[in-house]
């Protein structure tokens, strides 16, 4: 079972944070301070799933789930933002995330729902 | 022999009797040597006298004549004068300058429609008791002090009617002298400006109610920034406290419960940034056709007078017929309310500078272009990049949102708010907005 988790996030105390606590739950996790460095990182068809920061300097979290979904890509993508829950939850889901949760995030809805994005790329895969 | 003749010597000769003294020494004469009786002196004398005062008789005639066509004219006048301050929309009063009491002889029939008095409570009583006790007695008292000095008062304020009810009016009382400058009366005029006044109220107030809306505007977007950056924080140390908690698990209770009342603290202050976003959730912008003149036009119009008390003088060079564009009324009146204000202040540091231009124009068939061009003291080149950025401000009690918010609601209408200094001096600001392509169809 795939427990790769990736994290963009401009903020690096946040990235350092969230490693920790999912590191705790048994997550092999690497963070990104920029969209651009996890593309050039990290190959389309490796497997993981992406906890992705919206506002960021140069690409933001939308541009950069839009990418992911055009090049085919079928990894998983909850989107973490001190964005209002209302104002993005839609948004998100329409471009194919797997969720969306407001900042501060409780580390145990986290978990629950990296899980849930692991079962379904699973069963895509199947 | 030939006797002496005696002259009657006249007691002053002037030319008009000297005429009549030579004849008068001629008949003598004509008497004395035999050749006229004297009693047909007299006949011929009182004849001549006769015949003048026939003449003076005539004459008076004419006069009397002349006067009562004079008295005729006289009174034609008075009557249209008279009849003409009647039917004035002035309120028209004569006081009585000589007499103790200042009494009121006239007034005319607007003078009792705009206060509600009859003629009863107001011949001959004194103007200054014609108010009622919730009047500002102040006005009053200058109004009899600059009338001492001989001047003319000029001013508005706020009267009552009899009824109580209340309106603005110009009031100007100005002495009338006689020849010899002595003030017998005072005449004195009041204008209802209860309209007017009411139009520059709204004005005002219309003015406020955008400028909170500004501020509410740039509190909102303030606070989301704001939220912004403080949820990070709260992410991180959420996250320890969690991760610390999970690594101490079945250890340590105490730290344990400490690590839960950073967590539930955490989540408090989450919870107050949340509630305050609720509380300042901008309102939905509504788009609708909009002639983008008319809004510069009203924009101006609330901002003049900030601009007359600044002592700058606005230019409007507006291209006609231009077509509308779909927008919201109220953030794009913001936006402009904004990039005026600033122009204001750029021009504030620089005495010279008096003049700023509002200029509208079509760059091309779908865009039109608004520039707001002053002659402040520019743009310093090293903060040209940074203007638009959130938090931004050279200015001492800014709060460097209202460039950024500007360009940010120009942007949600599909156009580009922009910056570049004068040649000469000062900057200008410029946007873009598309036309309103679906209307023109």
């Known amino acids: 079972m795939s427990s790769l988790i990736y994290i963009v996030d401009d903020d690096e105390s946040v990235c350092r944070a969230l490693k920790t606590l999912l590191g705790t739950y048994g997550f092999e996790v690497k963070v990104f301070n920029s969209a651009q460095s996890f593309f050039d990182a990290i190959p389309d068809d ?53 969720g969306f949760l407001q900042k501060p995030v409780n580390g145990q809805t986290l978990v629950d729902l990296i899980n849930v994005a692991s079962k379904k790329t699973t069963s895509d895969n199947k | ?71 005729k004219v006289a009174e034609e006048q008075i009557h249209i004068r008279t009849k003409a301050m009647e039917s004035t929309f002035v309120g028209i009063f004569i006081i009585d300058a000589k007499t103790p009491n200042f009494p009121i002889i006239y007034a005319n029939q607007y003078f009792y429609n705009l206060t509600g008095y009859t003629k009863k409570n107001v011949i001959g009583r004194n103007y200054f008791l014609l108010h009622r006790p919730d009047t500002n007695s102040q006005d009053y008292e200058e109004i009899k002090q600059i009338l001492a000095q001989g001047k003319s008062f000029h001013g508005e304020m706020l009267n009552s009617r009899k009824d109580g009810e209340k309106f603005w009016s110009l009031l100007h009382i100005t002495p009338v002298r006689d020849k010899n400058g002595i003030t017998t009366h005072y005449v004195g005029n009041k204008t209802d400006t209860t309209l007017m006044k009411q139009r520059d109220l709204e004005i005002a107030q219309q003015r406020e109610e955008l400028l909170h809306v500004t501020r509410v505007g740039k509190l909102a977007e303030f606070v989301s920034s704001l939220a912004h950056e403080i949820s ?42 949340r509630r305050l976003r609720v509380l300042l959730k901008k309102t939905k912008p509504t788009f609708e056709p909009l002639d983008i003149n008319i809004l510069i036009k009203n924009t101006v119009t609330l901002m003049m007078p900030y601009i007359t008390a600044r ?90 949102m209202g460039l950024s918010i500007s360009r940010s609601i120009v942007e949600a209408h599909g156009g580009h708010l922009d910056a570049k200094n004068n040649l000469e001096l000062g900057a200008t600001f410029y946007f873009t907005i598309p036309i309103n392509i679906k209307k023109d169809q």
Request: some cysteine; hydrophobic content about 35%; proline content about 4%.
């Open chain 2, 311 to 400: 002592n700058k003088i606005i230019t409007l060079e507006l291209k006609n017929n231009l077509p509308s564009i779909q927008g919201d009324q109220i953030q794009l009146q913001q936006v402009l309310l904004n990039l005026i204000s600033n122009s204001l202040e750029a021009m504030e540091e620089s005495k010279d500078s008096h003049e700023m231009m509002i200029r509208t124009s079509c760059t091309d068939n779908s865009t039109i272009l608004v520039q707001v061009i002053d002659s402040g003291c520019g743009i310093p080149s090293e903060n040209m990049k940074n203007i638009f950025t959130h938090f931004f401000t050279n200015k001492p009690d800014g709060l460097g």
């Open chain 2, 232 to 273: 990070q924080p709260l992410t991180a140390i959420l996250a320890y406290a969690q991760a610390a908690q999970r690594i101490l698990e079945g250890k340590n209770p105490q730290l344990q419960e400490i690590l839960q009342f950073i967590i539930n603290d955490d989540q408090r202050a989450a919870e107050v940034i």
């Open chain 1, 46 to 98: 490796e497997p993981g799933c992406l906890l992705l920061d919206i506002h960021m300097p140069g690409i933001d979290g939308w541009e950069t789930q839009k990418r992911i979904l055009d090049s085919g890509s079928k990894r998983p993508v909850i989107f973490i933002s001190a964005e209002k829950k209302e104002n993005g939850i839609d948004r998100a889901m329409k471009l194919g995330a797997v």
């Open chain 2, 1 to 71: 022999m030939k006797k002496n003749i005696k002259w009657p010597l006249p007691k002053k000769i002037t030319r008009s009797n000297l005429e009549e003294q030579v004849r008068q020494q001629k008949d003598e004469l004509l008497v004395r040597s035999g050749q006229l009786k004297q009693g047909a002196v007299r006949e011929k004398l009182g004849a001549v006298r006769e015949k003048k005062g026939a003449v003076r008789e005539k004459l008076g005639a004419v006069r009397e004549k002349k006067g009562a066509v004079r008295e």
